[in-house]
């Protein structure tokens, strides 16, 4: 059995008796690239469910608004889902339980043993920028093929960076069903360092600035990179307040980065590093670049890492006396 | 309207009349800088503007003034918590500010000539029927209209808007005025009940009348039932949509319901047109 | 576009060495503002380069707050509250804290000098505290010069 | 119809930069898209298509649309272009977008002042698609790979030259100035045109049925469908603001000390906030309907007002998605459904 077949045998299981009434999943996309997010109330369309290496999308806000949206509702039974679930996805479900944006006993967490998910920026770039047609994957290969060329490329090159440094991607921090099957890939682990944020740090800080201007000044502030973030949930974002009007429409240098700086900040001691946002981009921005900073200062300053217990408190929404004050300007 | 259609005339506020007990509508009376933009703002009742509070923006506001009074452009202005609203109720009179328009359709005055006129309104919303109201009434075109019955009503007799006009519309023999309160107070010795069961008492049969019904969602709910059961055919009950609007020109696509736009193809539409449209307003 | 032509001072600042920095402070009702207060009614003399703001605590700081008077044009910005233990509102500013250590090291890394952002705990007995401390501020946003990150020298709007 | 040789392609590229300000796809920031060039070597020839649109040279994402010092309250424009536009290398379907704004800002004769400014002032030179997407589906929306539609001028790439040809007035006086640098075909040339024409149109293998759809759609409004396509949808812009037809905008005052600035800037019908009144009501409050809207504005609202569909297949939304919401698979689905 695969772990398609896998899932699929779980989720009719739980569809067919009655412990969810949904389940939220991937299911086949029209790009060779691309899968998409589906969502199945019925036990026979659960064929409709797939499982592949890219399976990039993070469910962990479909679950949030279908929760949110069920519980407007008056009088309704309260509803409770089941999610595919890879690691990140389960890594942002914690911190949605933390934050007291979901309850852990109205999901049911069918947990996947992910490889790693294909980087799609990657793959363009492997192939030349040439058009992709298929996108066939078979242990550590990769054949890209398109118009008149197919190439083979190791897996572990074109995976995506934030799955090259998850840690034990088999084991999820939430499980209530667990997928057995496993893929014959093992994806390659790198230990996390964050030598690209230490090595950022190295430049002035007018080449930092230089670095961050020249990237953002591209974005379009189509907000692809709030939406597809599981954490970005707020009903009115700041983006969009006009009472009072934090940023102007102009997509001119001061309100996009104003825009990029605020919403990076915003996943201060939150980020899951799950790479929804970057893939979301339509212009292509590192945005991983600057989340990982505010990752890093988490655990380097407060030994915190998100995604792990669903137990505690946000990091934001607690405090130690002892905490840091390093930073703190004292006259001379 | 200019040759540029995004550009306002410039006006200065020249008077600003607190409505409501509850202050939160004012009418504000502007007259042009230019004369000549005067003179290239033809409007009729119904149709609506959008007026520009220097860097706060634009909102579309019906007007409240008729054609036929020279010299002056008033609207009624209800302060919803949105920005601009909430900043032109902070200006004074002397203060300028932007008006472009006139933009919509407007009320039929032409093609109802020779009917009978009535004219129901609720609350906040009966700013264009006073438009119309104030046209009809105007010695050059009363003639032209037979009987004209006004019915308008409010939450409480605090909340009635232009009150020192009612009194005048009352004194006049040649208008059936009703005016109504949800709940009186104890000085209130007019009628008592919501707009539509007043409409009901009133209105008893079509006889070749036109109505224009303006007022919250739920009056105008009610009370076209109330003249279809009289027989009036849809074709002949009018009223004014409210939606965000922004370029008023049919070109920015939010005011859209279904393929009309209500800045171009409204704001006022008969209630045989609303029956066409998917119900997403 | 008019409004954004420099003005004269800040085109030339390098050879100017009268340039003064802007510095957007905001204060915390109970300590800091009443710190500022003191050093007022004291005659202490400290540098005119700060435009207050006061707050009801450093909690209540949003770091957006901070973001926005930098996109607005402060060369630099100044946080400052009461001592750790001395919250009128028993924790806010140990919870402000740990903000302000992600976004002066944030702000830090996408290149904005931590010559420019500030955070500090002034209290209401310390008026000559506070005058030192914005002293040292303003030396401090002076050592990088004026503010230009958010400026868009090529305008894209036509 | 003439040649222009390959090697000469950077002789006319400077020739027409004498006349006009030449925008052309260039790399920027790991994306194609128009840009004014300074020099022939940045045009990037070897592109399927711009990621980004390019009616955002007509229409850009943010424009001033007048400013006012309050001191004298009077609004000034901001000044016009005076040097007139070529557009090189804009694929067909996005020349056909152009036509299709071209409605929508002319409206019953309300013309957009800055739209028109712009409009009116290009030049368009197309280039034929001889490798179209996979995701394209020009065809199933009335135009095709070699449409010559919208085109001044129209260009298409053979193996040694490109074969250039005026379509209209405009086109005619470019081609005369030009002339010095074209060549006659030979007959082997004109065949080989003809045949990459034929393979170019049946490289499209995307093809939907949209036969009828419109006139469907008119009844779909409370159809249960709608309930199927927005649930994957978060809501972002991506699709709008790459789409070329798209156009919706929002207008907004900035001020700055004495000056108040009034812009436009593209706006986006899948926001919640795009339909919010200040009264706090909206009457699309949900994604179903914002999908919707977005489906119905295209394939039938518009069809409805201007007799055609506001879509010319480019595919841009259906590669840029998040999601892979896939804008083919909704109009199959409308299509397959009873109405």
């Known amino acids: ?184 890939y093992k994806k390659p682990y790198v230990e996390d360092d964050f030598s690209d944020v230490k090595e950022h740090e190295k430049l002035s800080p007018q080449e930092r600035w230089a670095v961050f201007r020249a990237e953002f000044e591209n974005c379009i502030r189509c907000y692809a990179c709030r939406n597809a973030c599981p954490m970005c949930y707020c009903s009115e974002c700041f983006a969009e307040c006009s009472q009072p009007r934090w940023l102007g429409g102009s997509v001119e240098l001061k309100d996009v980065l104003f825009f990029q700086i605020v919403r990076v900040l915003h996943q201060a001691g939150r980020c899951v590093d799950c790479g929804a946002c970057a893939a979301a981009c339509p212009m292509d921005l590192d945005i991983r670049k600057y989340t990982r900073k505010l990752n890093y200062d988490a655990l380097n300053i407060f030994r915190f890492e998100t995604g792990v217990s669903p137990d505690d408190k946000p990091l934001l929404a607690t405090f130690s006396i002892d905490d840091t004050q390093e930073f703190i300007t004292e006259p001379e | 309207m200019g040759i540029n259609p995004y550009t306002p005339y410039p006006v200065t506020i020249k008077r600003v009349v607190v409505e409501n007990e509850d202050k939160d509508i004012k009418s504000f009376e502007l007259v042009f800088t230019n004369p000549e933009h005067e003179k290239a703002f033809n409007y009729l009742p119904g149709q609506f503007a959008e007026i520009s509070v220097w860097g706060y923006g634009e909102c579309p506001i019906g007007m409240a003034s008729s054609p036929t009074e020279k010299g002056i452009l008033r609207f009624t202005v209800k302060k919803t918590g949105g920005v601009v609203t909430t900043a032109l109720h902070n200006l004074q009179p002397g203060r300028q500010i932007g008006v472009r328009g006139p933009l919509g ?88 009940g919501f707009v539509p069961t007043i409409a009901e008492q009133v209105i008893k049969s079509w006889d070749n009348g036109v109505a224009f019904v303006c007022g919250p969602p739920i009056m105008i709910k009610f009370t076209i039932p109330v003249l279809l059961k009289a027989g009036f055919p849809p074709e002949l009950i009018y009223t004014s949509l409210e939606m965000r609007m922004k370029c008023g020109i049919g070109k920015c696509g939010r005011c859209n319901i279904g393929p009309k736009y209500v800045c171009k193809h409204g704001p006022i539409f008969t209630f045989a047109e609303l029956q066409q449209l998917p119900s997403e307003y | ?62 770091p957006l707050f901070v973001v926005k008077a930098l996109a607005d044009g402060a060369d630099g910005v100044l946080v400052s509250g009461c001592h750790p233990g001395d919250c009128h509102y028993i924790s806010g500013n140990y919870s402000a804290r740990r903000k302000f250590v992600f976004l002066k090291h944030f702000l830090d890394y996408i290149g904005i000098e931590p010559e420019r952002t500030h955070f500090a705990w002034v209290s209401a007995s310390e008026g000559e505290r506070f005058a030192k401390l914005i002293a040292k501020v303003v030396r401090e946003v002076k050592k990088v010069g004026p503010a230009t990150h958010f400026k868009q020298d090529n305008c894209d709007v036509n | ?14 020739t027409l930069m004498n006349y006009y300000d030449v925008f052309a796809p260039v790399l920027k920031h790991k994306k194609i898209r128009f840009q004014k060039i300074s020099t022939p070597e940045e045009v990037i020839l070897e592109y399927s298509n711009t990621h980004n649109k390019p009616t955002e040279l007509f229409f850009p994402q943010c424009e001033v649309l007048f400013e006012v010092d309050l001191k004298e309250n009077i609004p000034e424009q901001p000044p016009k272009p005076d040097k007139p536009v070529i557009v090189f290398g804009i694929r067909p379907c996005d020349a056909r977008s152009l036509q299709i704004l071209d409605k929508v800002f002319h409206w019953d004769g309300v013309d957009d002042p800055y739209y028109f400014a712009r409009r009116n002032n290009a030049i368009l030179i197309v280039m034929g698609c001889t490798e179209p997407r996979s995701t394209c589906f020009c065809t199933s929306v009335g135009s095709g790979p070699m449409d010559h539609n919208g085109a001044d001028l129209f260009l298409t790439e053979l193996p040694e030259a490109y074969a250039i040809e005026p ?89 700055k000390g004495n000056y108040v600035r009034r812009i436009r800037f593209w706006d986006c019908c899948m926001y919640p906030y795009f339909t919010l009144q200040s009264s706090g009501h909206n009457p699309r409050p949900t994604q179903k309907q914002r999908v919707r809207q977005r489906v119905m504005h295209k394939f039938q609202y518009f069809v409805e007002n201007f007799g055609e569909i506001a879509c010319v297949g480019c595919g841009r939304c259906i590669l840029n998605c998040p999601v892979n919401l896939d804008i083919r698979s909704i109009l199959k689905r409308l299509m397959e459904v009873k109405g």
Not at chain 1, 90 to 109: D, F, H, T, W
Not at chain 2, 130 to 142: C, Q
């Open chain 1, 1 to 184: 059995m695969s772990i398609e077949q896998n899932i699929r045998e779980i989720s009719r299981k739980l569809l067919s008796d009655g412990v969810v009434d949904l389940i939220i999943g991937y299911g086949q996309g029209t790009l060779p690239y691309a899968t998409t997010p589906v969502f199945i109330r019925n036990a026979d369309d659960v064929e409709q469910l797939i499982w592949n290496p890219c399976c990039t999308n993070n469910l962990a806000l479909y679950v949030r608004r279908e929760l949110e949206q069920a519980n407007k509702k008056k009088d309704a039974r309260p509803l409770k889902i089941g999610v595919v679930t890879k690691k990140c996805d389960a890594k942002a479900m914690v911190e949605l339980i933390r934050e007291n944006q979901l309850k852990r006993e109205s999901i049911v967490v069918i947990a996947v043993p992910c490889s790693g998910m294909l980087d799609k920026a990657k793959l363009h770039k492997r192939a030349g920028d040439r058009e992709l047609l298929r996108v066939e994957v078979s242990g550590s290969e990769v054949i890209l093929a398109g118009r008149g060329f197919e190439i083979k490329v190791n897996r572990d090159e074109v995976l995506r960076d934030n799955c090259l440094v998850c840690k034990d991607p088999e084991s999820l921090p939430i499980a209530d069903e667990i997928v057995v099957e496993k893929d014959d």
């Open chain 2, 105 to 192: 359709n407007s009320y039929p005055v032409n093609e109802i000539k020779g009917k009978n006129i009535f004219i129901i309104g609720g609350g906040f919303a009966f700013t264009t029927l006073r438009s119309l109201l104030t046209y009809l009434i105007h010695p050059d075109n009363r003639n032209n209209y037979a009987d004209i019955t006004v019915i308008y009503g409010a939450r409480s007799p605090g909340e009635l808007i232009y009150k020192d006009e009612i009194a005048l519309w009352q004194q006049r023999d040649d208008l059936n005025v009703y005016i109504t309160v949800d709940k009186a107070d104890e000085h209130w010795d007019g009628l008592e």
């Open chain 3, 1 to 62: 576009m008019k409004q954004n032509n420099k003005p004269e001072k800040e085109k030339t600042h390098k050879a100017n060495p009268d340039w003064e920095p802007r510095i957007v402070a905001f204060l915390c009702n109970w300590c800091s503002y009443a710190g500022a207060d003191l050093a007022g009614i004291s005659r202490l003399q400290y540098p005119p380069n700060v435009r207050i703001i006061r707050v009801p605590c450093s909690g209540r700081i949003n």
């Open chain 4, 1 to 14: 119809m003439k040649l222009i040789k390959k090697n000469r392609l950077k002789d006319f590229l400077n």
């Open chain 4, 167 to 255: 379509v209209s007035e405009k086109g005619k006086a470019v081609f005369e100035q030009v002339n010095d640098l074209l060549e006659d075909a030979t007959e082997g040339e004109l065949k080989s045109l003809a045949e990459l024409t034929r393979r170019a149109e049946q490289m499209i293998d995307s093809e939907v049925n949209l036969n009828g759809l419109s006139d469907k759609l008119r009844g779909m409004f409370d159809h249960p469908v709608w309930d199927e396509f927005h649930l994957s949808c978060i809501g972002c812009g991506t699709c709008t603001y790459l789409c070329p037809t798209c156009h919706c905008f929002d207008i907004l005052d900035e001020k």
